[in-house]
């Protein structure tokens, strides 16, 4: 069975810095996809970004970029240019590549931004 | 195009009586999945239905929860007999038939449904 450790439970950063959430993962599978996901207050679960296994390049989505080490089952979120409206709790997933698989999640990690 | 809906947001039960937790997949989506999650813990899966078939059920409690997932009509989640540990928030997602396209493998999720059980 897969798994997914977020070892973090909170991180605080400061308005306009730089954040990186980590997620380790575990699975003997070799075609997967993963995901991080941010649940604000409202506890609306909203995608941030995605990440295909096969692909060796690292998603970005605007201020949302990953660092995907399949060697080292590692997958964590940089957040640049920190705003606070990213504070959330986020949570990483996991999910084979199979039709419509179930997802996966870690703990997940709050966190706070300072103004 | 409306999102996945969930209803009622926040439901409160007393030990004993039942539960029922609405989910209605986005237009065009024919999976859907609920998820649990305790305080201060991640999303757990429950289920996996399509349309009038379960088709995951490997997170499901064994006692007093079921699903079903009609051909006309929301999903339902329903939770016979609640305990207080039934208290948490319920997720529902869906996910279009496709397997191709570059989002055919996302899940798209509802608001959740707090249940809270006194």
């Known amino acids: 069975a897969q798994t997914v450790t977020q070892s973090q439970p909170e991180m605080s950063v400061q308005e306009a810095e730089t954040v990186t959430l980590s997620c380790t993962y575990d699975t003997s599978e070799s075609d997967y996809y993963l995901f991080w996901y941010k649940q604000p207050p409202s506890r609306q679960m909203i995608l941030v970004i995605r990440q295909e296994a096969y692909k060796q390049q690292n998603a970005t989505e605007n201020r949302f970029s990953v660092n995907f080490q399949k060697a080292a089952k590692s997958f964590s979120l940089k957040i640049s240019d920190s705003q606070l409206g990213d504070a959330a709790m986020y949570f990483c997933a996991y999910r084979s590549s199979g039709a419509n698989s179930k997802l996966t999640f870690g703990k997940g990690i709050t966190l706070s931004v300072r103004p | 195009n409306a999102g996945v809906m969930q209803n009622p947001r926040h439901l409160v039960r007393r030990r004993g009586q039942e539960a029922r937790l609405r989910c209605s997949p986005m237009k065009g989506h024919s999976h859907v999945y609920w998820y649990r999650q305790l305080p201060e813990e991640g999303l757990k899966f429950m289920v996996y239905?399509?349309?009038?078939?379960?088709?995951?059920e490997s997170g499901m409690p064994k006692e007093r929860f079921s699903a079903e997932f009609p051909k006309e009509g929301p999903s339902i989640l329903r939770i016979q007999q609640v305990v207080r540990g039934d208290s948490a928030a319920y997720f529902c997602?869906?996910?279009?038939?496709?397997?191709?396209?570059?989002?055919?493998?996302?899940?798209?999720f509802g608001p959740g449904t707090r249940l809270t059980v006194t």
């Open positions: 997602a869906s996910s279009p038939l496709s397997r191709t396209g570059p989002n055919s493998y996302e899940q798209y």
């Open positions: 239905l399509q349309k009038e078939n379960i088709i995951d």
